[in-house]
């Protein structure tokens, strides 16, 4: 059974730090995409980074380009969002998720099991 596990989240003031793990259970790191998506109240659910499992290869939204880094420790099958420099805009709930389905890597529809999500509020 695939399980994964959010943590990390909290309240940051603007132009702090936060990092984000992602535990996963069921399925190896280093064989798996992993990505995390955003979701704030009202709004869709969008893409924010991802990485793949066999080369380490990145992808970045735009809006978080330069400020997030994601990252991956094999031996912990987990995989980490370092978030820097963060704007009251990346206020939402963070998911981690595996894709394996055969689609593009900023669709959420690629990614079949999702983590709970964990909360991040950027507020002075």
């Known amino acids: 059974q695939v399980q994964l596990v959010e943590s990390g989240g909290g309240l940051v003031q603007p132009g702090g730090s936060l990092r984000l793990s992602c535990a996963a259970s069921?399925?190896?790191?280093?064989?798996?995409?992993m990505g995390w998506f955003r979701q704030a109240p009202g709004k869709e659910r969008e893409f924010v980074a991802a990485?793949?499992?066999?080369?380490?290869?990145?992808y970045y939204a735009d809006s978080v380009k330069g400020r997030f880094t994601i990252s991956g420790d094999n031996a912990k099958n987990t995989v980490y969002l370092q978030m820097d420099s963060l704007k009251p805009e990346d206020t939402a709930v963070y998911y981690c998720?595996?894709?394996?389905?055969?689609?593009?890597?900023?669709?959420?529809?690629?990614?079949?099991?999702w983590g709970q999500g964990t909360q991040v509020t950027v507020s002075s």
């Open positions: 998720a595996i894709k394996e389905r055969v689609m593009a890597i900023m669709n959420p529809r690629a990614y079949n099991y």
């Open positions: 069921g399925r190896t790191f280093s064989m798996s995409t």
């Open positions: 990485i793949t499992g066999s080369r380490g290869t990145t």
